[in-house]
T-cell receptor
């Protein structure tokens, strides 16, 4: 039972345009969400996170939006650059209690076309 | 600079061999994790540890065991490697409510 879902395995975007990557979750107890970027043959690197007390968090070209009622989050990249081409994973976790692990989605391959 | 180091980038092992994957972190994090990444399946948690000598099963622990004798080191053991354990293995560490930091990954091929 996948608790974190990324329904789009791939996305292609023109350089300079906006990339929107989507993520849905089923466990309403998740209250902290993260996005990671992964290049082939490398480990994932952290991009941006958001707590459930917020609905938006921005860091440079990257913005994450959280819609708690829909159990949906999205990552916006503006403007997209060829170097952004990678697999993007969303992850969810709990900010309190004993569970410390991150639960990941299946990833979305973003390709930014020059 | 934060660092999680996995002992090997690439490994080729034979079916039935006992395989050790080592991971070391230099951030004094209490939590350490082993994930595997397979196409279309994302990152799946194998085991994690929240303290020395403490461990908990993740979503797919079958065929694996772990060891954490020191805070900075977390080892993943494949007791008897099988071809369906061919995968990218990723170690991570984390402290409290923060991001997890990942190692560079080990691409394991079992033949």
């Amino acid at each position: 039972d996948q608790q974190v879902k990324q329904n789009s395995p791939s996305l292609s975007v023109q350089e300079g345009r906006i990339s929107i990557l989507n993520c849905d979750y089923t466990n309403s107890m998740f209250d902290y969400f993260l996005w990671y970027k992964k290049y082939p043959a490398e480990g994932p690197t952290f991009l941006i996170s958001i707590s459930s007390i917020k609905d938006k968090n921005e860091d440079g070209r990257f913005t994450v939006f959280l819609n708690k009622s829909a159990k949906h989050l999205s990552l916006h990249i503006v403007p997209s650059q060829p170097g952004d081409s990678a697999v993007y994973f969303c992850a969810a976790t709990f900010s309190s209690g004993s569970a410390r692990q991150l639960t990941f989605g299946s990833g979305t391959q973003l390709t930014v076309l020059p | 600079d934060v660092k999680v180091t996995q002992s090997s980038r690439y490994l080729v092992k034979r079916t039935g061999e006992k395989v050790f994957l080592e991971c070391v972190q230099d951030m004094d994090h209490e939590n350490m994790f082993w994930y595997r990444q397979d196409p279309g399946l994302g990152l799946r948690l194998i085991y994690f540890s929240y303290d020395v000598k403490m461990k908990e099963k993740g979503d797919i622990p079958e065929g694996y065991s772990v060891s954490r004798e020191k805070k900075e080191r977390f080892s993943l053991i494949l007791e008897s490697a099988s071809t369906n354990q061919t995968s990218m293995y990723l170690c991570a560490s984390r402290s409290g409510v923060s991001e997890a930091f990942f190692g560079q990954g080990t691409r394991l091929t079992v033949v």
